[in-house]
């Protein structure tokens, strides 16, 4: 366990200061936002999903009563090769935004939408990713149907033949020709190593972020400045993207951000829609807010890139893993995005250790709606995908499945990708060890029998991973005159309450009560260091170093401050309770806020007035605002760091089936993180439920539906989606942790956010597979309809592929 | 079509009365849209996917809303709400086969102001159809769902006629089962009618869901009631979800017994056909068996006969053999 008894802050719940806001509902969203002769726009959409706008006639709606402008994709830069763009002439997906209009209200905006005159010739689309790969089938883009990243991609041609097409669907050989491939070891060796070999295909649904705040953003600007309110999971990290994206300088943008009511990965940075208010409010000069509809949010709001792909494994017989060959045909959707496969091949390789790996992937766009990152990119799908095939081969050597787990589970000297990179630190065996005695395995595993009815009981276990650190970002602690120690925090506000959580390691270095600290937070006027962005579970770990760097910055400030005054030299002095004192002489101190007094009184770097070198820009700008109001510890986290920092996960799960219906109930529900030292109890828990209840919402409700003769998707609202209920979930969510430090973290924390999800998502799966005697869908999510199907042991008309499993159909078809 | 999400101007009236609102609904006929709780309303007028010049609101009528004892059963009032409904001691006690499926319509906050009427005369969830194409349901020629790569999971088994869409009613299988009438008012006066009655399939009229006319109002709901019949109930529904989902098959049943044996059988599905579909070969076969696993078997077996599956919805079959088994083995 992690020896946080001695910690005064770290490990210990707190109430961050947003929580009172967002339970009272008094907490303001960008749409809450009100400004003086604010004009409300509302775009036109795409109603086809590929084609070109031929004429556009907006005369009559300009006319309308209440109206002040609009904006159409003339008006703005277009996008480079597959990027988004702000607004189009050759939409790529029903929903992409054309033209908006500004009015006095959202009533007059539609109507005059309503009155505009266009003309869109449809050009060819395909939704399905192998139609595109087929030879004469639809590119998504007239320049492709393939996106490949990095400085020398772009938009390219692939074409399988029909045989090649035909292998892939029918599970007889894995294409030659991949976009994206890495390998480490030797497979050959590796399968003539093994023992059992196992070969399946699979499916995972793309499918929605499903933000219950959508990306609304009210923009003005005001002596020089473009001030914009917007819903984005990052804070300081969205300043230079959105500055560019606008064409200003970044001293001149303000963004606000406070609050964001989900982003799931959809809202980690500025996204097109965001300059639309901008722009006609810089074009008409009044305020305008464009709230985002719920239908909208659906199409611009991007999802989880879809897999079709096929994956052989190789097991000695001690049950490790020896070989892995995967290969991923992934729907990135109609723009550039989604390195989910790669990830996922990066998941397998720490999570199972093989002794050598091939991973390949095609990465096809298709005209449904934009990808992104959601949480556990790539990690979260394969998570669902291996869960099942675990136990397959646990079976099939006779071995427990927990055992076939812990053999091939990560350690600290593990390895990790193509690179086989090393880790921080990793202890998966003991996370599976914990997870086991909370759910009781050996008990529950011999008490399972033969059903002789309707209903069955299927156990399942999960594992997760996703990497979970970053360094070289900033921090910025500020003490003042009044005693308060502002603690400012670029990190934003998604709703972990990792803002605040992070900062706790600076109260930590300058052993200061939490009460007296002041949270800074949420506007680039509240002057904020330079943060990563809230995503990809790194926070935790990467600004609990910036804050320590920032904090011990201005703890050595603020013992030279007493050595100055006090006598004697830095060294000799030591903080608490707020003041700094000599060690040898306690009675020789300095409060806190005569020290802050003195920083101003001395400038230089004590006060901000300079600064090091090394800050981000944006940091800088924070430390100018702030200059001389008291004393600036400010640092870029130069603290070292070598390695993939694995944030991992367990789950184990008790389900009962009822074969009747194809519903079931989660009867026992255990939650392990292995995220080093826990930093927020409370904060973890609700990680751990939170991504347990998406993740059963992956394997078990969600996904994309399209109709691929009219390339419509048919679930744009929360009802039509599906994401979980309370009632489709367990009653009880049992946490645990490892509570192990990470050795490269100054109170050795490691984030947690994604693999929470993966486990749940795999072990879901896996006691469904469990519960129907091994049975593999080979797809996510399984539903109802897809268990009764497989009870009664019949499959649809369109479903011809001899077993619960058809790949042609599957990404994105209820 | 874009994706609008204000609804375009309209007028509002309010009536207090049964008799103002039968007025005004017949002067304004195809101009105007009944409104209760607005669960089925505003979707279609926020996205413009139709439009009204007028709005009649009924929920402000007192008369219309309410649960009492009748000399036959019980009465209920148009705009009762469903909770009312499922909260009912009353429709608890005598006719707990409504209570079921009010409690299973939607969600919580959905079921606080969604009415009775509003749910049995909902017009069906096609998402083809709710996205404003022109189907035949819409006016239009062709059915997107019915097409060898449309999207039909949800869609029927029985009683297609160019469309395939289902009725999407909890309620409305269990008032058929019960053997309600359903009293509607227009300018002529009160006419009754057997819920059964009340619906319609695409043979008989593809743009609506059931017998009302521009100019008619539900006025209230009669389900006949006698505590001294010995009668079991069975409400099961099958969605994706257990909370704000359409059922996928839902089924209502209501069994008259006597001497341990079914004197009367009402097996009635939604979600399986554009109207709420009685399983009457079920009902027949059931008659003077005991209720139990081996009528269970031989009832099952014809719950789903003369099915028409789509591409997506074989699973439908099963399910609804299944759910006659469950309702018949208790």
């Known amino acids: 366990m992690a020896d946080t008894d001695n910690y005064q802050h770290i490990g210990k719940n707190f109430v961050p200061p947003d929580v009172v806001g967002k339970v009272t509902g008094r907490a303001k969203y960008t749409a809450d936002m009100s400004v003086d002769g604010m004009l409300y726009a509302r775009m036109y959409v795409s109603p086809i999903p590929h084609g070109r706008v031929t004429h556009l006639d907006l005369s009559e709606s300009l006319a309308l009563d209440g109206v002040f402008g609009a904006l159409t994709a003339d008006d703005v830069s277009p996008a480079n090769s597959a990027d988004r763009t702000i607004l189009t002439n050759e939409p790529m997906y029903v929903g992409e935004p054309i033209f908006a209009i500004a009015a006095v209200d959202e009533r007059t905006a539609e109507n005059a939408i309503a009155l505009a005159r266009i003309t869109i010739e449809p050009l060819p689309f395909e939704v399905d990713p192998l139609s595109s790969l087929q030879a004469g089938g639809a590119n998504a883009h007239s320049g492709g149907n393939i996106y490949v990243g990095g400085q020398e991609g772009g938009l390219k041609e692939l074409k399988w033949s029909e045989q090649e097409l035909q292998n892939f669907i029918n599970q007889q050989a894995m294409p030659d020709e991949a976009i994206n491939e890495w390998h480490y070891g030797s497979l050959e060796q590796g399968f003539a190593d093994a023992s059992v070999v196992i070969e399946e ?65 959809s809202k980690i940075g500025p996204y097109p829609s965001m300059a639309i208010p901008v722009f006609l409010s810089k074009k008409i000069g009044r305020a305008v807010m464009l709230r985002v509809t719920r ?59 093989p002794q050598a790996m091939r991973f390949r992937g095609v990465p096809v766009l298709t005209n449904t709606t934009p990808r992104g990152a959601q949480r556990g990119p790539g990690q979260n799908q394969i998570a669902a995908v291996m869960g099942p095939i675990m136990d397959v081969a646990a079976r099939q050597l006779n071995m427990d499945r927990v055992e076939i787990r812990r053999i091939n589970a990560p350690d600290s000297d593990s390895r990790i990708g193509g690179k086989q990179g090393p880790v921080t630190s990793a202890y998966m065996k003991q996370a599976l060890d914990l997870g086991a005695r909370m759910f009781d395995w050996d008990k529950k595993r011999a008490e399972k029998t033969a059903s ?21 970002f900033d921090g910025l602690v500020r003490l003042t005159p009044d005693g308060k120690i502002h ?101 020789k101190s300095m409060s806190y806020a005569q020290v802050a007094q003195k920083a101003i009184d001395l ?81 973890l828990y609700n990680q751990m439920s939170g991504g347990a209840v998406w993740g059963i919402g992956l394997a078990g409700y969600e996904r994309h539906a399209y109709d691929s003769q009219n390339g419509l998707p048919a679930n744009v609202g929360f009802y039509q989606c599906k994401p979980p209920t309370y009632l489709d979930t367990p009653l009880e969510i049992k946490v645990g942790a490892v509570d192990i430090a990470d050795p490269q973290s100054p109170y050795g924390i490691r984030g947690i956010g994604e693999p929470a999800m993966g486990c749940a998502s795999a072990a879901l799966m896996s006691a469904l597979s469990d519960a129907l005697d091994g049975q593999l869908f080979n797809q996510s999510p399984v539903t109802a309809d897809m268990i009764i199907n497989l009870v009664r042991g019949e499959l649809d008309a369109e479903n011809t592929s001899g077993v619960a499993f058809n790949p042609q159909m599957k990404a994105h078809s209820f | 079509m874009s994706a609008f999400d204000v609804m375009s101007d309209t007028e509002l009236y309010q009536p207090v009365t049964v008799e103002d609102a039968v007025v005004l609904a017949s002067r304004l006929a195809e101009n105007a849209w009944l409104v209760a709780g607005g669960q089925d309303t505003y979707g279609w ?71 009775i009427a509003g749910n049995i005369a909902q017009d069906t969830r096609c998402w083809y159809y709710r996205r404003g194409l022109s189907c035949y349901r819409a006016g239009g020629n062709l059915c997107y769902a019915d097409t060898p790569e449309g999207m039909n999971r949800e869609h029927c088994l029985f009683g297609a006629s160019r469309c395939v869409a289902v009725s999407p009613s909890d309620t409305a299988p269990a008032l058929v089962a019960l053997g309600a009438t359903i009293v509607i008012a227009d300018s002529s006066g009160n006419h009754t009618i057997a819920a059964e009655d009340f619906f319609v399939g695409p043979d008989i009229d593809i743009t609506r869901m059931n017998i009302l006319k521009p100019g008619q109002i539900i006025v209230s709901i009669h389900i006949p009631a006698d505590p001294e019949i010995n009668v079991r109930h069975y409400f099961e529904k099958v969605a994706d979800r257990n909370v704000w989902d359409f059922a996928l098959v839902n089924i209502a049943v209501s ?25 009457k070969e079920v009902e027949r076969y059931c008659e003077n068996k005991a209720a139990g696993s081996e009528t269970a078997e031989g009832a099952a077996r014809l719950a789903a006969k003369g099915a028409v599956p789509l591409n997506h919805n074989h699973f439908k079959i099963a399910l609804m053999q299944n759910l006659v088994r469950r309702a018949l083995r208790g």
């Open chain 1, 603 to 683: 400038g230089g770097e004590y006060s901000g007035a300079s600064y090091p070198d090394d800050i981000h820009p944006v940091t800088q700008i924070a430390v100018q605002q702030i200059a001389g109001s008291g004393l600036i510890g400010v640092a870029k986290d130069k603290l070292p760091q070598e390695g993939t920092v694995p944030g991992l996960a367990v789950c184990y799960m008790q389900i009962e089936l009822d074969t009747e219906t194809g519903k079931y109930e989660i009867l026992d529900h255990v939650a392990i993180a292995e995220c080093g030292t826990v930093v927020h109890p409370q904060g």
């Open chain 1, 201 to 265: 295909p699979f499916v995972t649904s793309g499918y929605a972020h499903m933000c219950m705040e959508p990306r609304s953003t009210l923009a003005y600007w005001q002596n020089g400045k473009c001030i914009v309110y917007g819903s984005t999971q990052s804070q300081s990290f969205v300043l230079p993207y959105l500055a560019g994206m606008l064409g200003i300088e970044l001293k001149d943008l303000v963004y606000i951000g406070e609050n964001c009511g989900g982003g799931f990965g």
């Open chain 1, 487 to 587: 603690l400012h925090s670029g990190v934003g506000n998604l709703g972990t309450y990792s803002y605040a959580s992070t900062t706790r390691s600076a109260a930590e270095v300058l052993k200061c009560s939490w009460e007296n600290c002041v949270l800074e937070y949420g506007s680039s006027e509240a002057s904020l260091p330079w943060s990563s962005y809230q995503a990809g579970s790194n926070t935790s770990f990467t600004h609990s170093r910036a804050n320590y760097a920032a904090a011990s910055n201005a703890l050595e400030k603020i013992k030279q401050i007493a050595a100055m005054v006090l006598g004697g030299t830095s060294a000799e002095y030591d903080v608490a309770r707020e003041r700094v004192f000599n060690i040898s002489t306690p009675s």
């Open chain 2, 255 to 279: 069994l008259e017994m006597q001497a341990g044996k079914i004197t009367k059988a009402r097996f009635v599905c939604a979600g399986v056909d554009c109207k709420p579909y009685r399983l």
């Open chain 1, 452 to 472: 002789t009815t309707h209903k069955v009981i299927g156990l399942g276990i999960g594992q997760g991973y996703h990497s979970a650190g970053a360094k070289g």
């Open chain 1, 295 to 353: 239908e909208e949010e659906y199409y611009i709001g991007t999802a989880r890139v879809g897999f079709q792909g096929r994956v052989k494994i190789g097991f000695k017989s001690d049950g490790s893993v020896s070989a892995v060959d995967l290969f991923i045909v992934q729907d990135i959707g109609s723009h550039s995005g989604g390195g989910d496969a790669s990830s996922a091949g990066g998941a397998i390789s720490i999570l199972y250790q």
């Open chain 2, 45 to 115: 007028l926020k996205d413009r996917a139709k439009n009204t010049q007028a709005m009649i609101e009924l929920s402000r009528i007192p008369e219309l809303s309410g649960i009492k004892r009748s000399a036959s059963g019980i009465e209920i009032g148009a705009t009762t709400t469903l909770t009312e409904i499922a909260n009912s001691k009353l429709i608890q006690q005598l006719i707990p086969l409504l209570g079921e499926a009010a409690q299973h319509v939607a969600s919580p906050q959905i079921r606080n102001v969604g009415s």
